[in-house]
């Protein structure tokens, strides 16, 4: 693997800040990451932010196929000849925004969910894994790089301050566990921060499921939307449309005090929650 300094001054190319870039510069680091990956050779793989392929070369050896995804259409061209000097035959790579990727019809071509993978970029992570979740059933499961901020939001527990909505979202559909830490030094140029690498397994059948997922995201969203308010003023206060007294009397039928704040809920109390709009035809029909 030729360092990304190496072969960026080749190209006389620069990593553009505007979308996060951050190259691995570790080939030891990639194979890592792949071997704890558990690719095998029957898997297709989407790999966010192809970037130099770093990760892209190893899962290509491991996997059947890789459909590698980047905006940037100078770093696209360098990778291609970076295929074609290791021999790789099997990736298809696709510049886009992974945001506008169909990634349904994708699958459909692949003939098999695929592994989604990537060092995500720090400004757009959380609209990737919302758009994940939401995507779930056409997907087999994902390894993301991330960073340690984002990483503690995604696997804190309830009643500290990195728990919010997207902790509730993915912790709803899945189990997440630290597959490896990788440091800062580790990527060109050096990012302010470490980074660790999480396995998001979505589950195939919820122990608390929402009568209406989509409604459940909206309630998660509001009750978050001004965290540092109770929910019941949280929710009134919200795109839901409730007054204050159809709040409370909803928290209190879900058995949630009224004076509670959303980070001290659990999965499973925000479910409840949800599910009593569902009860409750006049109070959900207010959302508009």
């Not at 491991?62 to 000097?85: G, N, R």
């Not at 019941?232 to 704040?261: C, K, Y």
Request: net charge positive; charged share 25%.
């Amino acid at each position: 693997m030729t360092s990304p300094r190496t072969l960026l001054s080749a190209w006389n190319l620069h990593p553009k800040k505007q979308l996060g870039q951050h190259f691995l510069s570790d080939p030891s680091t990639a194979e890592m990451i792949t071997a704890r990956s558990g690719i095998v050779s029957e898997d297709i793989v989407l790999e966010i932010g192809a970037g130099l392929g770093a990760l892209t070369i190893p899962l290509a050896h491991a996997a059947k196929k890789v459909y590698a995804v980047d905006t940037d259409s100078q770093i696209i061209e360098l990778l291609k000849t970076e295929l074609v000097a290791n021999s790789i035959s099997n990736v298809v790579l696709i510049k886009e925004n992974i945001l506008k990727v169909n990634i349904e019809r994708l699958a459909k071509e692949a003939g098999r969910r695929p592994i989604v993978i990537g060092n995500l970029p720090y400004n757009i992570s959380s609209q990737i894994l919302v758009q994940l979740i939401k995507s779930r059933s056409i997907v087999s499961r994902a390894i993301f790089m991330l960073q340690k901020e984002l990483s503690r939001r995604i696997t804190a527990k309830p009643c500290c301050r990195d728990y919010g909505r997207l902790t509730v979202m993915l912790q709803y559909c899945a189990d997440i566990k630290k597959i490896a830490d990788i440091k800062a030094h580790q990527f060109f140029p050096k990012p302010k921060v470490d980074s660790e690498v999480l396995e998001i397994n979505f589950k195939t059948a919820m122990k608390y499921p929402a009568r209406d997922e989509a409604f459940f995201f909206k309630v998660i969203k509001a009750a978050f939307g001004q965290r540092r308010k109770t929910l019941r003023n949280a929710l009134a206060g919200s795109e839901l449309h409730l007054d204050t007294s159809t709040a409370q009397r909803v928290l209190e039928n879900a058995g949630i005090e009224p004076s509670r704040r959303a980070e001290t809920l659990t999965v499973s109390e925000f479910v409840d929650l949800s599910n009593v709009f569902e009860m409750q035809p006049f109070e959900k029909n207010q959302t508009g």
